[in-house]
């Protein structure tokens, strides 16, 4: 079984998932859909809240910019359509134009956004995670994507997170009043 055949069975899997479960269909429809504005009101609130919440939510907007390029350029080496296009009886539960989906630009700006908040080692990151692994999940399960495009898509926004955080965790910013530092990171916090 080649890798293909592994992302069309997962994809088959998740998204039969709708058919099985009908009462899960509107909160996926949801979460897939306008989850990405709670994300933003979020990223607003933490920018508003302090000057080390400002650090954070501009590195994870650079970050965002960041996995959108490398995701260009991944597209570049790889390109398919939605399942929807290509597969036989998906259940599309969403409207969406066939283009190159891979990988999903949605589950980069939740990883990005989702896995910055994490290691700043905000409180309730666990459950920042949670949310970015559901908003991928839901974008399977709505017929959007491939479990692949969700996997690079979040790796993608991970390695830009970390490569900037370390990069970011090793400088010293001054405020006016006192000197902020990031927190610092170990292998064993994950």
Known sequence: MNFKDINTDVFYKINGLGKELPVLGVPMIIIANYTL???IIAVIFYFLKGPQNRLMVISSLLLVGLAILLGRVAGMFHSNNQPFAELPNVNQLIEKAVDNSFPSDH???FFAICFSFFLFKKPGRYLWMALACLVGLSRIWVGVHYPGDVLVGALLAMLSALFLYV???KMKFVNRKKQIELPTTNVTDF
């Open 37 to 39: 504005y709670f994300l």
């Open 107 to 109: 589950t980069m700006i």
């Open 167 to 169: 990069i970011v965790s």
